[in-house]
DNA sequence: GATGAATGAGTATTCATTCAT
DNA sequence: AATGAATGAATACTCATTCAT
């Protein structure tokens, strides 16, 4: 669609699809971090992102939909972000250190997609098994090879672990930054690298 | 109809309406741990408890209502098991390995209601933040105390372990409830237990 | 029902029946007055009446019925004051103002027995039709009278006028009655007497 | 399109929505009017005006929205119907005459409205109060200007008055529209206006 | 007669989704 | 692409009335 293109239509479009896309899911977002999914209409999300209702239709096949986008493509960002974190670090413990602040800091900067995914009082719409088994077996993995090369008791048990980590991280994280006052940064972040296992 | 006879039994209809509340607890019990909150309408419960719709608002306000009075009575028979399971125990980490146990006990005998305390998927309807904080409290005190004994580290923020310890204890055990081939009880207490940083 | 025969009962009854009817007939006045027949649930007049629910259905075939009781007993012991308040009196104008001044005492002492009979925002169940319709007649057969004996203009139609006057003393009593501060007693029936056509 | 033409046009969409608002206000009338407020359901109206049950609620917030507008947009028009009707009449006979008849040609022309307004057996839903509140101070105020020029007794308390006329006219024509046989529009007019207390 | 728990039809209201413009 | 009015199924909740005790 060129700048041309868009000259001679007589009524130009104020704004491209995928922007209209980005508004909707921006507005979701900050909604549904607040209001949880079932507190939130269609309506109310299409108006806040200052389109039609029925403009909601043409980007997402219903609300659920729009509701996975945003829990997996935050998790996807989430994912590759703690993987550059931790790239090059050999260390067990260097590294679950970069893997917890890495989290803190998306939490922080993304607060309300944070809240949608881990947040207290969020309905998960059936998906939390998802979300969460999503996270854990990448991290029963690496416990596994820690387990192996006897850097971990062997009466860890490497799914029940991984279960207890993702749990940790994701309620405390969401806790904090739902009021930052509680705790300070450093705070949350020492507490939870001292509560892994590899840092016994 | 001697007097006796009068004393210990209930009036009939009394009786009947203790019955009939007994049952909506029950069957929404059910439904709550397999369809949370919102997937459950109060003509369900009422027709899986085998009353009248109307029947149900003759002995609860609303469905949060009921929702709010299986939560909290689910947490204070829990609160007392778990007091009376360490109860005469002095060694922290004693105390640790029972009360992880009694939980792990609580939630197999009572699979439902401890999926709608804290199963994934469960939309708590605002009250997410109720369950846990009542619980939350009472383990960073115990914290400090440990603290304060030497027996943890400085860098352990008491309240930001609590929330890790109780997160990690109800996802868990409500993890392993769900399906409980995912690991022997044994290993999910084991793995919990070595978790808690009195364990170290 | 003779005393020995209530004397013999085992369980004493706390009321008769008759006792139970009139608190049921007094509680309804009461809650009719201030909110209404459909603002009013036979509950609560049972519950205000202080007996069970299903007492109300031994006594009334429904809350229709009940309304209607109330309503046409307290026509009928209206129409009994006005006319022996009148009786004896031969003016015209006496006449009126006797039945005015009846009409004022008898809403002053039965405050809301009056205003469901005549207050505004009473909906009358449909009965509002018989209701005036009852008292109208009256009015137009005297107005007639007076019409052949010369003593009112012949373009007064009888039915009309007496809808005008059945209208007017209802609704300003019940005005009035509502709230005395609005005017004194002597100032509304002055006016009313000076409003009816025998006056002029 | 010319630009003419699309300033007296709404936009299509604008003009679907206010017809189908008039015609839920056009079916709503009528059924008031024959059942009463507490006698029609929001689906019945929709049905009446044939669009579906939700639409209701797209133009009103509920059903007591709805009659609220219904009541006080036609007090409106009648003001102003009367207002204009007397316009450029000093002679307070005439203006009383004029005001009469212009309210039984409304009451005639908008038959169903009028008994909305001021029928008998119209629960008027707690607005009883207001819609007669909103007719009395005008007419007591020309009672108070009457009596000021000597033209009516000073017995005549002027808000009772009022009361008295606003009833009489109100109710009198109700009565009338509702069986048009009952007398002839002038038998109406007449005995209204000899009654009214400037026709002594 | 009285009780009060239970009934279930009835109603208001919401909201995800569609579709003509 | 966008609009936004319309749809109508879904659901919470009420309350007049019944009936076993």
Chains 1, 2, 3, 4 share one sequence.
């Not at 067990?92 to 998306?106: G, H, K, M, N």
Request: charge should be negative.
């Amino acid at each position: 669609m060129s700048v041309s293109e868009s000259r001679i239509r007589t009524t130009a479009p104020a704004r491209s699809r995928a922007d209209t896309r980005r508004r909707l899911i921006e507005a979701a977002t900050d909604l549904f971090a607040s209001d949880g999914l079932h507190g939130v209409t269609s309506a109310r999300i299409a108006a806040e992102a200052g389109v039609a209702t029925g403009t909601f239709y043409l980007h997402f096949k219903d609300k659920a939909e729009l509701f996975r986008e945003i829990v997996f493509s935050a998790l996807a960002e989430l994912s590759e972000r703690t993987r550059v974190a931790i790239d090059g670090l050999d260390d067990p413990r260097s590294q679950v250190r970069a893997r917890t602040a890495e989290l803190v800091a998306f939490a922080e900067e993304n607060r309300n997609l944070f809240l949608v995914l881990f947040g207290r009082g969020t309905e998960s719409a059936g998906m939390g098994d998802e979300v969460l088994d999503s996270l854990t077996p990448g991290i029963a993995d690496a416990l596994r090879a820690r387990a192996r090369a006897g850097q971990l008791p062997p009466e860890l048990h490497p799914a029940v672990a991984a279960q207890a980590i993702a749990a940790m991280h994701s309620r405390v994280i969401a806790w904090w930054v739902e009021d930052p006052t509680r705790a300070t940064r450093d705070e949350v972040i020492e507490t939870l690298c001292r509560m892994h296992p590899v840092h016994r």
